[in-house]
């Protein structure tokens, strides 16, 4: 069973988010938050698989709030999908660098989103090519995009790891790799496992800002 929770400022979104997740029989809601600080206090107490995350909410706003629940030990489990009402925020790629696992806009369908919850629960992330890879295009030309830490290196990677990781930037899954390849989908996840732990990344969405930031994939 899933262990979701529901962070939104707004309680008409969030009882229509739960209204459809309800119905799923895998999926349970087991709190709700307002405030980002809630959003935390809320995942350690219920001990959440997803947080349903949006940005901007009062006191402590998303971004904030899945920066610390990515780096607090006890929530290392915690997967953290956030919401936004425009999929060109600039916020967005931020909050995958803070630990985000991917990001859906506000007008999502009710079966998209729940397929995204499974996604993010079973520890991948919501890369779609034609979301993900344009909006990191467009936030990389930014300003903004300055502001983000430094990316690591990839000199210690293989250069399988490295034909993985420029294949996982482009928003294939680990079946479509492994045909490109011509390996087994369990050897691409072991690549993958290993190119994680080289460069720190916590799931596939940072893989993907870090490949766009050493220069790995280009816009």
Excluded at 23 to 37: F, S
Excluded at 140 to 162: H, I, K, M, V, W
Excluded at 163 to 180: T, Y
Aim: hydrophobic fraction near 50%.
């Amino acid at each position: 069973m899933i262990r979701l929770v529901l962070a939104d400022d707004q309680a008409l979104i969030r009882a229509g988010f739960r209204m459809f997740v309800d119905l799923e029989p895998d999926i349970e809601v087991v709190g709700e938050a307002c405030t980002g600080r809630e959003a935390i206090d809320v995942a350690r107490a219920e001990r959440a698989d997803v947080v349903l995350m949006d940005l901007r909410m009062p006191q402590m706003d998303g971004l904030e709030a899945t920066r610390r629940i990515a780096q607090d030990a006890a929530l290392a489990a915690v997967r953290v999908l956030v919401l936004t009402t425009f999929e060109d925020d600039d916020n967005v790629l931020l909050a995958l660098r803070a630990g985000a696992s991917g990001f859906l806009g506000k007008h999502v369908e009710p079966a998209e989103l729940v397929t995204a919850i499974r996604v993010v629960a079973d520890g991948d992330a919501l890369l779609s090519p034609a979301a993900t890879k344009g909006l990191i295009r467009h936030l990389l030309d930014q300003p903004a995009a300055s502001a983000l830490p430094a990316a690591p290196e990839l000199g210690g990677l293989t250069n399988r790891e490295r034909e993985v990781l420029a294949l996982v930037s482009q928003g294939m899954s680990n079946e479509q790799i492994a045909e490109r390849l011509y390996l087994s989908p369990l050897t691409v996840k072991s690549h993958l496992a290993r190119t994680m732990s080289k460069l720190g990344a916590r799931d596939r969405a940072q893989l993907v800002v870090i490949a766009y930031q050493t220069g790995l994939v280009r816009a």
